[in-house]
């Protein structure tokens, strides 16, 4: 089998991990959704009669994939809603069904927003834990108003990821939990629901930012959710500032702080906020709308700067992601980089703030030809490219 084929009871799964790389050696599944696979053929009658499904956070959608192809092949009626914050994963799920090359003639599919509740009662609720535990506590409890007695919750997660307080927490969410036995470094969680219990939900968070006298609402998902980070904090104290009519980039936005920030700094500027992420551009409307009602301002869920025109913007902002998941690794910083330089305007410029270890400024000097360190502490740097 090759590194893109993952082999299930009931045949052979093309899959990819999202963006596309060369000579990327990590697979599109890991030994949970193997064992989630297993667990899900095993069920007597799944697919009997019309059930609905949701399925949450399926990063590149090999559970998706496999209920939409065992759906059809039993010749069940089965509707499966698809909850992810990555708008990465969607383009990884929709591309990965399309490959395995089956129809919609016994199975739909439906992309749900994970800032709402869904309105409809599921037989079904399938996931794999999120490196975000507070995430994952935060759907969970709105998704009981989509649970029943009858419904079958399962999960599923890497040993190494799952912690005694995830299981605690979905006993206080859902109600009693267990969880199988490891294999391959892999568990499955099983979940009964409670409908006594009454969880307090206390997303989306607020908190004030002194530096900038605002303060900042947090969807769950959100990076740096509950303080502002330390790396931001070092940018906000060095950023550009101008009274020339501007459009600047807060590129993967989070809660928007750094966009709200620049716009304070440049009066006449335009703003953009861009992030792959579903709650971190919820959160920053949210923000925007409140710290800067009479700006112009648009709003991207894109993928780092997909839709944003080249030559077009004088300015980018951004503090770069450098995991995926719970895989680490410097691709996705690499496409910001590349993509601003496309983005930017000639004399336009790019503000990073980063891990000193990383080596930003040798990726920036070698795509742009140059690269100034702009400010430092123990931990981080301030660095600024310019477009020649």
Known sequence: M??????????????????????????AWDAADELLINHLYQQPNLFGGKIRVLVFEDQFGAITCYLRKAAI????????????????SQHAIRQNLADNGVDDTHCTIQFVDNTLTPTKAYDLVVYKLPRNHGYFSDVMQRL????TQSTNIVGGAMVKYLPKTVLSSLENTVGPTTTSLAAKKARLIFSDFNSSLKPANPYPT????????????????????D??????????????ESDDPLTIVDLACGNGVIGVSAAQLNPN????FCDESNMAVASARVNVERCLPMRKTEFYHTDCLAGVAPNSVDLVLCNPPFHQQNAVSEHVGWQMFKESLQCLKSGG???????????YHIKLKKLFGN???????????VIKSVKR
């Open 2 to 27: 090759s590194e893109t084929e993952l082999q299930t009871p009931i045949g052979v799964l093309s899959l990819k991990r999202f963006p596309i790389r060369a000579a990327d050696r990590l697979r």
């Open 73 to 88: 092949e039993q010749g069940g009626s089965v509707s499966i809603d698809v909850m992810t914050d990555s708008l990465v």
């Open 144 to 147: 009981r108003d989509c649970m």
């Open 206 to 225: 607020t908190y004030n930012i002194e530096e900038i006298g605002v303060e900042l609402s947090n969807h769950s998902n959100v990076f740096s959710r």
């Open 227 to 240: 303080s502002l980070d330390i790396g931001t904090r070092l940018l906000l104290a060095v950023m550009p």
């Open 269 to 272: 500027a335009d703003l953009i």
């Open 349 to 359: 410029e790019l503000w990073i703030v980063g891990n000193r270890h990383l080596g």
């Open 371 to 381: 690269a100034t360190l702009v400010d430092s502490s123990n931990k981080f740097v």
